[in-house]
């Protein structure tokens, strides 16, 4: 098993360009995957994480809803956004600058075959990050992603959750509001959960601006203590 993954830092990249990338780094590991299956092979297969920052965006999962989107195209246009139907799980989100994102493509099978197990894990890199800034995030049942003051009338969510998984293998991932502009949201119904609001690090901790490379290490810290992983920095121009 190859318990490695291979970061790669995008930048600031558009989303359908990047979600054509995963796409290539999924199919990639997936052709390993069928290749191992019909030859009795035993090659390994690469895992991936990418970190990205996408202009501003709102993205609908298989399930969602369209309806939860509350512009139209003319409004999207006027507001600098773009729009894509995708093939992750979950509802209507956003993604814009300020925001972290993380796309984890990871053969599974080099650590467990649980999805839900994995979701609960990624969910925990984002509480244990949270907790570094003395901020108590947390689960709200049936409710994928990371919350503040869950059960009270101000619960807000400061995460979203959305993956994809096929033959074990992940794509999509989590999309941390860091100083992100939070009136981008007013836009739609956030994973389809009406009457609840979103937050930031940024406005949680009161600050002009919060600093996102620090965050990112803290999130690699995490990630690689409760998955058991070591990454590997890669230049992206070499992927």
Not at 8 to 28: A, H, I, N
Not at 36 to 41: G, H, I, T, Y
Not at 124 to 134: D, F, G, Q, R
């Amino acid at each position: 098993m190859n318990k490695k993954i291979q970061l790669v830092d995008l930048g600031f990249k558009d989303y359908k360009e990047t979600w054509d990338f995963q796409e290539l780094l999924f199919k990639e590991i997936v052709d390993i995957k069928i290749q191992n299956r019909r030859e009795d092979s035993a090659l390994e297969t690469p895992n991936y994480f990418l970190f990205v920052e996408h202009p501003h965006v709102y993205t609908l999962g298989k399930s969602g809803d369209l309806s939860n989107l509350l512009l139209s195209e003319k409004q999207l246009s006027e507001k600098g956004a773009t729009f894509y139907k995708i093939n992750r799980g979950g509802d209507v989100t956003y993604h814009g600058p300020g925001q972290i994102v993380g796309y984890p493509i990871l053969d599974l099978e080099n650590f467990f075959t649980d999805i839900h197990k994995y979701l609960r894990l990624l969910e925990e890199v984002i509480i244990l990050t949270l907790a570094e800034y003395n901020i108590k995030g947390v689960r709200s049942e049936g409710e994928t992603g990371v919350w503040i003051d869950v059960g009270t009338p101000f619960a807000r969510k400061i995460c979203a959750m959305g993956v994809r998984a096929s033959r074990w293998v992940t794509m999509h991932g989590f999309a941390l509001n860091v100083n992100a502009d939070l009136g981008y949201f007013d836009n739609i119904i956030p994973c389809g959960i009406k009457g609840k609001a979103v937050t930031s690090l940024q406005v949680e901790l009161g600050v002009e601006k919060v600093n996102e490379a620090e965050v990112k290490e803290k999130i690699l810290k995490h990630f690689s203590q409760l998955f058991e992983v070591a990454f590997k920095t890669l230049d992206k121009a070499s992927v």
